[in-house]
């Protein structure tokens, strides 16, 4: 009984990340999938594609800025510890 509540709770943790992930993929920021849902809804409202070269900019921005972010997450994580 003991190591089937372990199991529930792993599996309850594994769940609640991989719904975190996925809703946080469909936001909609450039270089994610909510990002390309985004540009696909501008589309079926514009009725007219989106250039390709400036749909890749965008993306390529919001990725620049997300690894950028995510960077800063990193560092600020480790200085906190390292501080500590």
Do not use: C, W
């Amino acid at each position: 009984s003991v190591k089937t509540a372990d199991y529930t709770g792993l599996l309850s943790i594994m769940a609640l990340i991989t719904i975190n992930i996925g809703v946080f993929n469909l936001l909609p920021i450039p270089a994610l999938d909510g990002g390309r849902l985004f540009f696909l809804l501008i589309e079926l409202v514009r009725r007219k594609p989106i250039k390709q070269r400036y749909e890749s900019l965008v993306h390529a921005i919001g990725m620049i800025i997300l690894l950028l972010f995510m960077a800063a997450i990193t560092f600020k994580d480790i200085y906190s510890l390292i501080v500590k």
